[in-house]
């Protein structure tokens, strides 16, 4: 059974910085993209960074590129989010995912429950 | 970015009836669609991929149709475990993104 656990979350600053983990498994994501989701409270749904099958390719939204970091350490099956100059608007649950893919396209197949971080002085 | 709108925002409907949702993409995303489905302080659940593929579990009920710009998600006869906020999402170009939710509630 796939499962996904983040954690990390938590009261910060803003101008400060987190690391998020997902923990999984069920499932190698050394296999698979994973990406991270947020939501903030209230609000939909925003992409926020996928980090692909072989691990070389990372993308992010334009809402966090040059501050947040994806990153995977398939020893520990984790999948990882550094979040650095946090600003108030970042205040959001974060979830990841494990992707499924066909020969040209990804989706998130599974999530993890998510870890709740607010941004606030 | 491709904007991906749904409709309605909320809708109402009586349990057994038939719900019909809505999602309109700003340019063509193929059959690169996908259906969430999240209740209240959980994560969001994967409904359907492809624009029209049930993922695994998904009751026979659910049904999603449409290519190009325009999609849609039936769900045939509501169950009470089926009011929720339905998202739709385009995975066909970078970044992926997500409509702003239609909130299907109890008539």
């Known amino acids: 059974e796939v499962q996904l656990l983040e954690s990390g979350g938590g009261l910060v600053q803003p101008g400060g910085s987190l690391r998020l983990s997902c923990a999984a498994s069920?499932?190698?994501?050394?296999?698979?993209?994973m990406s991270w989701v947020r939501q903030a409270p209230g609000k939909g749904l925003e992409w926020v960074s996928v980090i692909s099958g072989s691990g070389t390719n990372t993308f992010y939204a334009d809402s966090v590129k040059g501050r947040f970091t994806i990153s995977r350490d398939n020893s520990k099956n984790t999948l990882y989010l550094q979040m650095n100059s946090l600003r108030a608007e970042d205040t959001a649950v974060f979830y990841c995912?494990?992707?499924?893919?066909?020969?040209?396209?990804?989706?998130?197949?599974?999530w993890g429950q998510g870890t709740l971080v607010t941004v606030s002085s | 970015e491709i904007v991906m709108t749904q409709s309605p925002a909320t809708l109402s409907v009586s349990p057994g009836e038939r719900a019909t949702l809505s999602c309109r993409a700003s340019q063509s995303v193929n059959s690169n669609l996908a259906w969430y489905q999240q209740k209240p302080g959980q994560a969001p659940r994967l409904l359907i991929y492809?624009?029209?593929t049930r993922a695994t579990g998904v009751p026979a009920r659910f049904s999603g149709s449409g290519s190009g710009t325009e999609f849609t998600l039936t769900i045939s006869s509501l169950q009470s475990e089926d009011f929720a906020v339905y998202y739709c999402?385009?995975?066909?170009?970078?970044?992926?993104?997500f409509g702003q939710g239609t909130r299907l509630e109890i008539k």
């Open positions: 995912a494990k992707e499924a893919c066909s020969s040209t396209s990804c989706w998130m197949e599974y």
């Open positions: 492809g624009a029209s």
């Open positions: 069920g499932f190698t994501i050394g296999s698979y993209a």
């Open positions: 999402q385009q995975y066909n170009n970078w970044p992926v993104t």
